[in-house]
């Protein structure tokens, strides 16, 4: 079993940044592959990016790429998501969410088995 909490939402105007934490707990999370997602108002769950559970592999949303970066620290038991040159259009609620069996197909809601219950993040223009 895992827990996870994030944090570190907030309100910021358009180019700037903010860091996202997913904290994590059970002893599971080393091993899980980690992922973030947003829920823009109305609309589905969209994938963001991703970590391997070594951290040696990330992947990312082609509307991210350059601008997010996901990153582990195991002995934190803690995800994070670095995120620059904000736009009005990164605004959503941000979720991490857990994988323990590293499934290939990782942008899917379905390749995860633990979410946290999201933070708010407002990019205004």
């Known amino acids: 079993q895992v827990q996870l909490v994030e944090s570190g939402g907030g309100l910021v105007q358009a180019g700037g940044s903010l860091r996202l934490s997913c904290a994590a707990s059970g002893r599971a999370f080393s091993r899980c592959a980690m992922g973030w997602f947003r829920r823009a108002p109305g609309k589905e769950h969209e994938f963001v990016a991703r970590?391997?559970?070594?951290?040696?592999?990330?992947y990312y949303a082609d509307s991210v790429k350059g601008r997010f970066t996901i990153s582990r620290d195991n002995a934190k038991n803690t995800v994070y998501l670095q995120m620059n040159s904000l736009k009005p259009e990164d605004t959503a609620v941000y979720y991490c969410?857990?994988?323990?069996?590293?499934?290939?197909?990782?942008?899917?809601?379905?390749?995860?088995?633990?979410w946290g219950q999201g933070t708010q993040v407002t990019v205004s223009s």
């Open positions: 969410a857990a994988d323990r069996g590293s499934r290939v197909n990782y942008r899917l809601e379905g390749s995860y088995d633990y």
């Open positions: 970590i391997s559970w070594t951290g040696s592999s990330t």
